[in-house]
């Protein structure tokens, strides 16, 4: 058995990629192992298992028996999960700064089903708090909040060009991404339709074109190491986008955002996850939207 947790917003679309879906408690789904690849989770129970208990100082014993450090998810009984959780070790703050090492040592985490009864998982696969990193924000260089996606991509995925590569970052205005992307080292070639906030325009090593991203030939830009993407668009036109970089040969790593415009477009998804070295994330910092990332195996 594996738990797969979500938050609230995302739980339909995790129990729709799920297979042996065996029970949901709130926004944890338990599913026969082994385990499955998962888009929309945000933390992986790796060996969820049920305890019964008489009382909260038997059911924090049990916790404490099981591993070293907990983080409680809870849904219903929240005063009883608190005391639960007050008699176990204080998890100090895990708030990260951009490309900080993670800590080193992943979180257990429980929720309580019922009065008596919780599942635990002492391992889980990450070290945050129900999946989910939170950063000390740089609240007044980055023109959007749109910056955090690839904080989070780079700090806990380690998915990033190096300084002196070459990028182009599609739909890139008011230019988040183009302003982490400048700050790391990078060339970057900045499209977007409508133009990047001005100081962000004038720093260096940003190229910036004003036109739509679609009447963009690969042979425009030449070869780029890296090619970001969160315009907003159709899946479809993006894979068709992606696709045509792909054929050209000008580049092999990819990131972009899908976005989804109502409906999750679940047909278009799985079409990104087939592509060849292609992983796909529901990111903390993703809205209704999921970013992919498709990395040249050897860079
Ligand atoms: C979510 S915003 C991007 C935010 C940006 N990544 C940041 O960090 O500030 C999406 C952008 O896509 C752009 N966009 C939408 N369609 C486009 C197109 N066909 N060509 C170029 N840009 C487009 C919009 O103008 C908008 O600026």
Known sequence: MIGYLTTEQFLPELREELKDIKSTHGNLILADGPLQESVWAHNIWLDPQLITFESITQAAKALKDLGKLWTPVTYEHHRRAQLIQDQLPKLRSRVMDFLAPLPDNNLGAWTLIDKNTLIASPRTDSPFPMGEVRFNEDKINPPSRAYLKL???????????????????????????????????????????????????????????????????????????????????????????????????????????????????????????????????????????VTVWIKKSSS
């Not at 992307?181 to 940003?206: F, N, T, Y």
């Not at 991203?213 to 070869?223: H, L, Q, R, W, Y």
């Open 151 to 289: 904080w989070e991509l780079f700090t806990v995925f380690g998915i990033m060009p190096k300084p002196g590569e070459r990028v182009v970052d599609f739909g890139s205005c008011p230019g988040g991404w183009t302003w982490v992307l400048q700050k790391i080292g990078c060339e970057v070639v900045s499209i977007d339709r409508a133009p990047l906030e001005p100081r962000i325009a004038k720093l260096p090593r940003i190229e910036f074109i004003k036109t739509n991203a679609f009447t963009v030939k690969p042979e425009d830009i030449g070869k780029i190491d890296w090619f970001f993407s969160d315009i907003i668009c159709y899946p479809e036109k993006l894979l068709e986008l992606v696709l045509a970089w792909q054929k050209s040969g000008l580049c092999e790593n990819f990131v972009c955002t899908i976005k989804f415009q109502g409906a999750t477009d679940f047909v278009t998804l799985k079409k990104f996850q087939a592509l060849e070295n292609a992983t796909v994330r529901h990111l903390r910092h993703n809205k209704h939207e």
